[in-house]
């Protein structure tokens, strides 16, 4: 990957915490990563309507970063907030070559 097309993000991971006996989601600053985000849109991003889905992007990148399914995505720095909501959710993650995939959907904090 040429450094010139990576952007720095900060991941961030869910974490179930018990509130006045009610599960929530507590977002925790996990790692910063650089990642080659782009929109790639095909026909499998299209929703049952027909309509395209402009909220998913593929991050690649040739290192691992162990980064799982539902971890979160900000590209801004997340690191001092108390409320973390990322901005993208990691939907799915496959290797590809020496290549690591990661496709991820624009998250509203449900």
Known sequence: MLLKNL???YITRPERVK???EYTIKW???KEAYLNLQQDINELDRKSS???NYGIIKARIDRNYNIENGFGISL???RKDEKIVPEYRVLDHSIIGNTY???L???NGS
């Open 7 to 9: 952007t720095k993000v």
């Open 19 to 21: 509130e006045y006996g």
């Open 28 to 30: 925790v600053f996990f």
């Open 50 to 52: 027909g309509e395209i």
């Open 76 to 78: 801004n720095n997340v």
């Open 101 to 103: 995939l990661y496709r």
């Open 105 to 107: 959907e624009q998250y």
